[in-house]
């Protein structure tokens, strides 16, 4: 079965400081992989999506970028993080060709 | 654009009674995917049914139904014999097919009341 993780769970970060959420997939290959952010407990905004290595598409202009040096990992970085980037993040997967998206357990950040 | 709407902010019910959530859509494609997800207080997003567009019949699952009105572009979600664990925000949200992005709705934080 496929399994997807991220990481870390909770962050604290000073304004100024660099960002790396981390997400893997397990169990699949070639999957498409999503980050969502949601702000203030509501809707999720796609922030950025990949549909193979080194292949990133934004959808939303920020201060955030995205990365995917292998085939199931996609990290979410920021050189330097603003107080507008607190949220919660959310890496989430599709197989490719199939419409329902699975998503992680997601990442608390706060920045302070 | 593609827009969902879930009207309904907060709703509540009582344990083992059946609730229905609303949502609407806004879209012009014919091909298409309907979703409901549920986000418990740990926050992890949790697919709860789906529903092809080309599709007449209602999905279901378990004790979750959905009533998918395509010409009205609605898409509610009924949850019978509810039990406390449903208590959670539930997002409606909406893809078209083969694009990358899915559409969410506002939510609706679903209360249970023992």
């Known amino acids: 079965s496929q399994t997807i993780h991220q990481w870390p769970a909770t962050l604290v970060q000073p304004v100024g400081s660099p960002l790396s959420l981390e997400c893997t997939v397990e169990?699949?290959?070639?999957?498409?992989l999503y980050w969502y952010r949601q702000a203030a407990g509501r809707g999720l905004q796609l922030l950025f999506y990949?549909?193979?290595?080194?292949?990133i598409s934004s959808e939303v202009p920020q201060n955030l970028s995205a990365s995917r040096p292998q085939d199931r990992q996609f990290i979410l970085s920021s050189k330097k993080l603003l107080l507008s980037d607190s949220g919660f993040y959310l890496c989430?997967?599709?197989?490719?060709?199939?419409?329902?998206?699975?998503f992680g357990e997601g990442s608390w950040l706060t920045v302070v | 654009a593609q827009t969902v709407t879930q009207s309904q902010p907060e709703m509540s019910v009582q344990e083992a009674e059946t609730v229905t959530l609303s949502c609407t859509y806004d879209t012009s494609e014919s091909d298409y995917y309907l979703f409901w997800y549920k986000q418990p207080p740990s926050r992890q997003m949790i697919l709860v049914i789906r529903?092809?567009?080309?599709?007449?019949q209602n999905a279901t699952e378990n004790r979750f139904s959905v009533n998918f009105q395509k010409a009205a572009k609605s898409f509610s979600l009924k949850i019978s014999d509810s039990q406390l664990g449903d208590a959670a925000m539930y997002f409606c949200?909406?893809?078209?097919?083969?694009?990358?992005?899915?559409?969410f709705g506002q939510g609706t934080r679903l209360t249970i009341n023992p």
């Open positions: 990949s549909v193979g290595i080194g292949q």
């Open positions: 529903q092809e567009a080309y599709k007449q």
């Open positions: 169990g699949t290959s070639n999957p498409n």
């Open positions: 949200a909406y893809s078209i097919q083969g694009a990358q992005k899915l559409v």
């Open positions: 989430a997967w599709r197989r490719q060709g199939v419409d329902t998206i699975y």
